[in-house]
């Protein structure tokens, strides 16, 4: 579902940091009754997979909390609570990740904002010491966020499909699951890209699994995974995220705590001269009616529908 603090002062020390509306949806309105077709899933050009991802409910608005660990090896180095909000209007979804421990880093907040398949992102980052946020530029979307293995990019809910040049679109079933598979070269604004595969599952377009591969071996610079999908308010949501880079051992591991889906959110909450008003009470209202998930983590990926 896709922070980078800039100061020194801010880093870990182990690491280094590193209107189309309309058009969408008469689009999608001609798509959409094909969604629910179990016989058409596995006949899907580039243009119906890029629709029936972009179509993906993830809700009209929520709220996760979730816990962030970063490993060096086999070595925990150190760990994050965030709390995230967003709502989705006018052809785009509006998110704010605010920062609750440690301590030290409370209060450091980011807001972004993504179009369904569209590369180009619009983020303000907000130091814990800092008044006034910035604005950053949108080929940073793919850096490193608070000296995790998650970019900007990573945290999004939707993918950059149109900055994909598409060489293949498969289906084939894994663990009981239909999966679609596309091939592809990344075409980016910003930068040259490795070749990428990416696994969605076939009936929820949630992105599974995603390969980062330079061309030359078969060994992944990156691997994203999200695992265990669990229903909450009837929204399907990976409850494990992780970002592996197998050269470095570097791996982060996304943990969701708790979560709830459609529900009141104000627009105010995602301006950036606000920021510095926030604090974590701000999300208490939220946390209050979320759906409590560390069971589903103690008895392990059978507790998952």
């Known amino acids: 579902m896709y922070f980078n603090i800039h100061s020194g002062s801010c880093a870990p020390a182990e690491r280094d940091l590193p209107s189309l509306a309309t058009v969408f949806s008469q689009t999608l ?13 596995h006949h899907a050009s580039v243009s119906e997979v890029m629709l029936r991802h972009a179509a993906r409910d993830f809700g009209r608005t929520g709220f996760r909390e979730v816990s962030l660990e970063v490993f060096n090896g086999d070595s925990l180095a150190y760990s994050y609570d965030i709390c995230h909000v967003w709502r989705v209007a006018d052809g785009r979804c509006s998110s704010i990740f605010y920062l609750t421990e440690p301590r030290a880093l409370a209060g450091t907040a980011v807001i972004a904002v993504e179009r369904p398949n569209v590369e180009e992102m619009l983020i303000w980052l907000r130091l814990r010491t800092a ?23 990573d945290m999004r809910f939707w993918l950059p499909m149109q900055a994909l040049e598409v060489n293949t679109v498969s289906f084939h079933s894994r663990d009981g699951h239909d999966v679609c598979t596309v091939r592809a070269a990344r075409s980016s ?12 599952d076939a009936q929820h377009w949630v992105p599974l699994l995603i390969h980062w591969f330079d061309g030359l071996s078969d060994r992944p610079l990156k691997v994203y995974r999200a695992d265990r999908l669990k229903q909450v308010d009837g929204v399907w949501t990976p409850t494990i995220m992780s970002v592996a880079r197998p050269v470095d051992r570097y791996l982060s591991v996304m943990t969701l705590r708790r979560a709830c889906h459609n529900v009141a959110v104000d627009m105010s909450i995602f301006d950036p001269e606000s920021l510095a008003d926030l604090s974590t009470e ?7 009616s979320s759906t409590d998930l560390s069971l589903i983590h103690r008895l392990g990926p059978e507790a998952t529908a």
């Open 29 to 41: 309105s001609h798509w959409v009754p094909m969604l629910t077709s179990a016989s058409s899933s």
């Open 189 to 200: 604004a910003y930068a040259q890209d490795p070749d990428m595969r990416v696994d969605l």
């Open 131 to 153: 008044r006034h946020p910035l604005r950053l530029d949108p080929s940073r979307s793919r850096q490193f966020v608070l000296g995790t293995d998650f970019t900007y990019e």
């Open 282 to 288: 701000a999300f208490d209202r939220w946390r209050r």
